[in-house]
């Protein structure tokens, strides 16, 4: 089978499709992953992942696609429990043989089958996934696994996937993702190993969050408990002196909430030097005045690859800083849908409130520019019907901030987009020099 590229065409032996899906909805609802094999000739092999082991199996060329039969004298320690039919062993049922006897949990089966056959990641294969989503994790590692053996992981914008797949149902989508590999490979982009640090970005925001989470919800344990000793002492006395400092030496000596600090410490570290490594924050976000990688780590997990993105329009409706079709500013309304990445907007917000506080930066000039413009624009505060004060200096001020964070925005799209122009340009000239 032939794969053309746009830098040229190379033989392979198998496209691989994957959609990657969670594995069960909050309802319970199984969502294995989905894998297409399309082999020379046409021939096509249809699996479906249920778990992470099936995918680590997959991974390394040993998810089972038959079983067959065992004896009892049958040496099966080599295989992991997880590549037997198993059957509950329950009272009364003849002993098996001791090689076909499994304990799993305190639980007693006997071993029906073993898997015979196996398929997954293999030479000079080209796997083709859409870009971002529950799928970057996988990719990352199909991708670190394809250094090693000779693998390409090639990448589809969901736009660009929506539009091919058009009125069909997306449960084809890794049939499709194939196909499209095969017959359209300029639609796709090569993971790099940019993409792959911005996957290692993104694992360390999320960690960093549930860190803090952690060390925030252990605090509100530790003052809950701490009050109620207090207000509940059995003795019917209260320690003298102020509360909160009687509250902070608790904190100080508490042995969990210390290894919370520093867990979220140690990811705090982690995350910024996964900023500070990465091409855009060099190239696009490190000469923005207020923003740090603390910010910059949301707008960059959020985003994940602008690429995904055809127009700034879309990004800005994504990240939630667009502006209505009637004119006004997005924000959660009764009736209507809010349907943009709360944690992308928050940091856009974030970065407003640091343009505020650096009204001589490049964008806290454009901040001063824009009330000045409002308030020429709406000179007296004017009170609607619902008694409501409109133009009031702190309306403007907030109005002046979201006009600044969606300019911020287009000018964002515009640069990250640019530096991804440059990467593909370069791409090019290294593979024609190769």
């Known amino acids: 089978m032939s794969f053309g590229t746009r830098k040229g065409s190379v033989h392979m032996s198998r496209i691989i499709g994957i959609r990657h899906r969670v594995k069960a909805t909050a309802e319970g609802e199984a969502r294995p992953t989905q894998v297409v094999v399309l082999r020379s000739g046409g021939h096509l092999d249809i699996y479906e992942l249920l778990d992470e082991q099936a995918e680590l199996d997959f991974l390394r060329e040993q998810f089972p696609t038959s079983f067959r039969s065992v004896s009892g004298d049958e040496d099966l320690s080599g295989f992991p429990n997880h590549h037997f039919k198993l059957k509950t062993l329950k009272k009364g049922d003849a002993e098996p043989a001791s090689n076909l006897l499994r304990i799993i949990d305190g639980k007693r089966f006997v071993i029906q089958k073993v898997a015979d056959t196996f398929d997954g990641l293999q030479k000079d294969d080209v796997v083709a996934m859409s870009l971002g989503g529950s799928g970057d994790y996988f990719a990352f590692a199909l991708s670190r696994r394809g250094e090693e053996i000779g693998v390409r992981v090639i990448r589809m914008p969901t736009h660009a996937l929506k539009r091919e797949r058009g009125e069909d149902d997306k449960s084809d989508d890794a049939l499709l993702l194939a196909k499209l590999a095969s017959e359209k490979p300029d639609l796709f982009h090569d993971m790099r190993p940019r993409d792959l640090a911005i996957i290692h970005l993104r694992e360390a925001q999320y960690a960093r969050i549930e860190a803090m989470k952690a060390r925030i919800g252990c605090e509100q344990r530790l003052r809950q408990r701490f009050i109620g000793k207090i207000f509940c002492n059995s003795d019917g006395y209260f320690p003298e002196g102020n509360v909160e400092k009687l509250y902070d030496e608790a904190k100080a000596n508490d042995v969990v909430l210390s290894a919370l600090l520093k867990e979220e410490a140690a990811c705090e570290l982690r995350l910024k030097k996964s900023v500070e490594a990465s091409e ?155």
Request: glycine letters at 8%; hydrophobic letters at 40%.
């Open 280 to 434: 855009v924050w060099k190239r696009v976000f490190n000469d923005v005045e207020g923003m740090g990688p603390a910010i910059a780590a949301r707008i960059i997990a959020g985003v994940d690859d602008i690429r995904r993105f055809p127009c700034k329009e879309q990004f800005k409706a994504f990240a939630g800083v667009h502006v209505l079709p009637d004119g006004r500013f997005a924000r959660k309304r009764s009736g209507t849908v809010s349907n943009w990445h709360p944690d992308l907007r928050q940091a856009f917000f974030l970065f407003g409130d640091q343009m505020n506080r650096r009204p001589d930066s490049v964008w806290g000039r454009k901040l001063r520019e824009y009330k000045v413009k409002l308030r020429a624009k709406h000179p007296e505060p004017v009170k609607t019907d619902k008694g409501v004060m409109r133009y009031a200096d702190g309306h403007i001020h907030k109005m002046a901030t979201w006009r600044t964070i969606t300019k911020f925005a287009e000018w964002l799209f515009k640069e990250w987009k640019k530096l991804e122009g440059v990467a593909a340009a370069q791409e090019v000239n290294l593979r024609k020099a190769a």
